[in-house]
């Protein structure tokens, strides 16, 4: 089977032979089979996992290129009255770990009703959108995409959502 085992970043080249539509969960990724949307059958074999941005190229064995689109889904997109407010509700997505995508005068998250009564309740203005999600990597990401920490709460802050 032809295998992808490289990316090179969106905007470092042209020419897609095919293309694969992806969420962000399926975006985070080492070794996977996939079908382009063409039929292209092909093997994602990178040396570690990471996050495929869309518009990155999916490098195949024989130089040709699929192109990674990163597919509309559900969302919620905060906004707040003022810049501290929207701080004050980012600290708290924070605290709970969860994947953010920080947009300068609003935050994008992952549709979670949950989360959204909680941010309401911080004084959010939250609305249902569907679109590409493309978090923030992480201050660990490394260039190799989002940082996992797995832990045992033993650090004294609350999980609670």
């Known amino acids: 089977m032809l295998r992808a085992t490289s990316v090179l970043p969106a905007g470092h080249w042209r020419d897609a032979v095919d293309r694969v539509v992806l969420d962000h969960a399926a975006r985070h990724r080492r070794r996977f089979h996939y079908h382009a949307e063409g039929g292209l059958p092909f093997l994602l074999d990178l040396p570690r996992a990471r996050v495929l941005a869309d518009g990155d190229g999916l490098v195949l064995e024989d130089g040709r290129v699929v192109a990674v689109v990163a597919a509309a889904e559900p969302l919620i997109e905060v906004t707040a009255a003022d810049g501290a407010a929207l701080l004050a509700i980012a600290w708290h997505i924070g605290n709970r770990h969860l ?63």
Do not use: Q
């Open 99 to 161: 994947p953010a995508a920080l947009l300068g005068n609003a935050i994008r998250l992952r549709a979670d009703h949950v989360i959204a009564d909680m941010l309401r309740g911080l004084g959010g203005t939250v609305t249902a959108i569907t679109a590409p999600f493309n978090p923030e990597t992480g201050a660990y990401a490394g260039g190799y995409g989002d940082h996992h920490h797995h832990h045992d709460d033993a650090h004294g802050h609350d999980h609670d959502h």
